[in-house]
C-alpha cells in the first residue's frame, strides 16, 4: 500500500449522509447522548439529530490522506497499552469513537480495560468506553517488563 503526502479535507457529499459507516456512527453517537441524558425516553429524534450534526461536523473537519486510487479508504487510528508483560495494539475509527483524543490518557497512567475477544475497551475518564480492535499482541521487551 502506497501513501501520499497530499491532504484535502474530506466533506461528506449529500449521498455519504446514507452510507452504513455514517448512519452506524449516528446511531453509536446518538446511543451515548440517551446514556449521559439518563437513559430518558422522547428524546429519540432530538439525539439522533444531534448526534447526526456532530458526525457530519467531524467528517467535515477529517483531515486524511488521499489515496492513490479513487477508492476513499478509511482513516484508523491506532493505540498501545501494556498489560502484564503484554503490549496490545488497538486499531479504532475516529469517526464511531465519539469525542475521543488521542491526548486524553495520559503515558503509563492507569487504565480499566475490559476484553471482548478481539475488542479491547478503554473506560475513558469521562466515563465513556472506546471499543477497539485488536490488531497485534508483542510481549513487552523492555528492560523489567
Known amino acids: 500500500m502506497e501513501t501520499h503526502s497530499n491532504l484535502f479535507l474530506q466533506i461528506p457529499e449529500p449521498d455519504q449522509s446514507a452510507s452504513p459507516e455514517f ?4 446511531r453509536q453517537r446518538a446511543q451515548q447522548l440517551y446514556e449521559l441524558h439518563g437513559k430518558m425516553p422522547g428524546h429519540d429524534l432530538e439525539n439522533w ?3 447526526e450534526a456532530e458526525v457530519r461536523a467531524r ?5 486524511v490522506s488521499s489515496p492513490c486510487d479513487s477508492e476513499k479508504q478509511p482513516t484508523l487510528r491506532h493505540l498501545r497499552i501494556k498489560i502484564d508483560g503484554v503490549i496490545y495494539t488497538g ?11 488521542p491526548t486524553e490518557f495520559d ?15 478503554l473506560k475513558r475518564q469521562n466515563g465513556e468506553q472506546l471499543r477497539t480492535r485488536i490488531v ?9 517488563a
Open 23 to 26: 448512519t452506524e456512527a449516528v
Open 49 to 51: 439529530m444531534q448526534a
Open 59 to 63: 467528517l467535515a473537519a477529517q483531515v
Open 91 to 101: 486499531e479504532y475509527d475516529p469517526v464511531t469513537a465519539g469525542d475521543y483524543a
Open 107 to 121: 503515558a503509563g497512567a492507569p487504565v480499566e480495560v475490559l476484553f471482548e475477544g478481539d475488542v479491547m475497551i
Open 136 to 144: 497485534r499482541r508483542e510481549p513487552d521487551s523492555a528492560p523489567g
